[in-house]
């Protein structure tokens, strides 16, 4: 059977953020025209995944009302007219089934993928982290291929990676690949966040995941660890050190992950989105340019 499930957390407070996401989630912050989970989503679904897991918490109610369908708002766009706007809400009617649960304590992302398995069972399945979106208005398809190799090599974990500056492996999960690299590798290890100094590569999980359900033995195994909390990098680990086949998968220039987990990378990811509008990008062009000579 085909991988069609995929796991999103959106349970995290999105601290680094505030006061933005005091009283809306981080998820549900607008990257250019739309708000950073409605491009997950569309990735997902493009990438042929059709049942949707949000692992969410406290505050975190406005993501299912953007999934839900809105006959109000609809009949009233047709009543006065305005057919441009209903198509802003076409992606209401994409082929996508959504599930909703929530992680009843922060103990980190590891335990919200477990959060999961009761939904998920015995199968195969994606996880795509809500604050991360792959590449500027082209839907990445790299989840598909992601899928189509670990069915391929009958693999445990495949992950997405991305070179980052040296300087910067001490915020994410780093890869030990077994051989040279290439776009698609073998993974040895997975170190979540270690010093520049231990970090045995630049490669960063660019938050896109495909496991095999042997990922919820691991985690239910799993300690907490950096930050005091339960790692999903840990368990990963775990799967690979009991025999488990671990891919890697390098992100392409296009396919670049846009971070909305803080304000550097979120005002620049904004930054990036509103330039590459179609309508609105060649003149905000001019008008950061006239800024830009002005300072
Ligand atoms: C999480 C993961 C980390 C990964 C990162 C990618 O970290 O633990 O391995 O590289 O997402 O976004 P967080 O950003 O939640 O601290």
Redesign the pocket.
């Known amino acids: 059977m085909p991988i069609d499930i995929a796991v999103v957390p959106v349970a995290?407070h999105g601290t680094r953020l505030l006061p933005a996401t005091k009283s809306q989630p981080k998820e549900m912050l607008p990257v250019g025209r739309k708000p950073v989970v409605q491009y997950i989503v569309d990735e997902l679904s493009h990438s042929g995944v059709k049942r949707l897991l949000f692992i969410t918490g406290p505050g975190k109610t406005s993501i299912e009302n953007h999934f839900d369908l809105n006959p109000e708002l609809i009949a009233l766009l047709r009543e006065t007219g305005k057919e441009e706007q209903l198509q802003e809400l076409a992606f209401e009617r994409q082929q996508m089934e959504y599930f909703y649960t929530r992680q009843r304590r922060q103990l980190g992302?590891g335990h919200a993928v477990l959060c999961a398995e009761p939904f998920v069972g015995s199968q195969p399945f994606v996880v795509a982290?809500g604050d991360?979106i792959l590449g500027v208005n082209t839907k990445s398809n790299v989840v598909e291929r992601m899928v189509a190799e670990f069915e391929r090599t009958n693999a445990d974990v495949v992950i997405a990676f991305e070179e980052v500056p040296r300087e910067e492996v001490v915020?994410?999960?780093i890869a030990l690949p077994r051989e040279p690299v290439g776009d698609i590798f073998e993974l040895q290890d997975v170190i979540?966040k270690p010093s520049v100094a231990e970090a045995p590569s630049n490669l960063?999980?660019?938050?896109r995941y495909v496991f095999s359900p042997s990922i919820f033995a691991a985690l239910a195994k799993t300690e907490p660890g950096k930050g005091g909390e339960i790692?999903?990098?840990d368990a990963i680990r775990r799967v690979l050190r009991e025999g488990g086949k671990g891919i890697g998968f390098k992100l392409s220039h296009e396919e670049r992950r846009f971070?909305i987990?803080n304000f550097e990378s979120y005002y620049q990811s904004f930054v990036e989105f509103a330039l590459a509008d179609p309508d609105y990008g060649p003149k905000l062009k001019q008008f950061v340019r006239g800024l830009l000579d002005n300072s």
């Open positions: 995290g992302l982290l991360s915020h994410y999960g979540e960063a999980v660019a938050a790692q999903l990098t971070d987990g």
